[in-house]
């Protein structure tokens, strides 16, 4: 896919760059859990303040309702940004207005000023395109050019990624263009054998991406709450497991058409279960096809898919010349229940094929179990993004860029 580069916005000495990063980390009581997000804005970054431009950076954090929150400011990313880029970077408590105008108006060429979190506007994600590009307008007379670098975006139609890239010459940024090429390499011809490994909570939420891969992968290892469901498509009692009842014929569609194309769907043969949902929550190790043996019977809740199963997927991955993996394979956040996504994670590390860890959860697992970006080929920005990319779905943030 063509997109316009930062090259194409020309000179930039002196000019005034928007730059529309992803800085939605992870946030609780003003700490910062995973700063990936923010080092990965940085090459962009970087690249134009040494270019003589000078930078208004605007992002998004969680999800408040369209009016300022305080659990949600931006003020701790401008800081740990700060430390990172070895520069000051302005923290501005509002988004537009006459302190956003001063701030701009003030910089000096390659200094950098953030404005506050887009979303405490309604405006940013309005169903309305008048309201979308009314706001997009104001932001966009703070400057000259604008460069879309927030991957974990590109594929919501919202005003500061979508209208905004309509009313300033505008261009992708180098993140964008790295999360691009990365996507292109894993859907055309790929590397093979080509392995994808699929977890999390909800068939429902991987259902489009399982429908594209069918036709373009070798093997698909499904872990996570989502395991639950094909194991009951299979005709197995779950217990009180996670199940998307509505979803089993779906499930046993793909079943059917992964054998007919010669995939294959890797299931857990063993499942660790737990007496409740808790870090101390007493738990065993039962046969997939036996949950309800466990001593918890109905009521066991299984949280991770067991030794056995992580060892027979990581046989896999090591045997894989191309793996994207997005989803963790139990409740990694309990230590009782992160053995599956640790162990699938050190096989990415270890193999010697092109390996994806498709943002999300499984970026946050990744470093939460002590594993660093660059033991992974790529760790994407955004899981969302990825996942509607692999699907087969037109992204609007990266459209209007072409």
Known sequence: MFMRTIESLGSLRSKTVVVRCDLNVPLSDGVISDDGRIRASLSTIRELRDAGAKLVLISHLGRPKGEPDARYSLRPVAERMSELLGAPVRFVEETIGDAA????????????????????????????????????????????????????????????????????PSAAGRLVA????????????????????????KVSDKLGVISHLLERVDTLLIGGGMLFTFLAAQGHRVAASLLE?????????????????GVRIVLPTDIIVAEKFAADAAHETVPADAIE??????????????????????????????????????VFELDAFASGTRTV?????????????????SA?????????????????TGGGASLEYLEGKSLPGLEVLA
């Open 245 to 261: 009842a509505d979803q089993l014929d779906t499930v046993r569609g793909y079943l059917s058409e992964a054998e007919r194309r």
């Open 345 to 361: 994670a050190r096989a990415l590390t270890e193999t010697d094929g092109f390996t994806v860890v498709g943002g999300g959860d």
């Open 364 to 380: 946050a697992a990744v470093r939460a179990l002590g594993f660093s970006d660059d033991q992974f080929g790529h760790i994407s």
């Open 293 to 330: 043996s466990s001593s918890f019977g109905a009521k066991g809740l299984g949280l991770d898919i067991g030794p056995k199963s992580a060892d027979a997927f990581a046989a896999v991955i090591a045997e894989s010349a191309t793996v994207f993996w997005n989803g963790p394979m139990g």
């Open 178 to 201: 790295a999360e691009l090429d990365v996507l292109q390499r894993l859907t055309v011809n790929a590397a093979r054998p080509y392995t994808v490994v699929l977890g999390g909570s």
């Open 101 to 168: 105008s001063a701030a701009v108006s003030g910089l000096s060429d390659g200094e950098v000023v953030l404005l506050e979190n887009l979303r405490f506007s309604a405006a940013e994600t309005s169903a309305d395109a008048a309201e979308r590009r009314a706001f997009a307008e104001r932001l966009a007379a703070f400057g000259d050019a604008f460069v879309s670098d927030g991957f974990g975006v590109v594929h919501r139609q919202q005003a500061s990624v979508y209208e905004l890239a309509q009313l300033l």
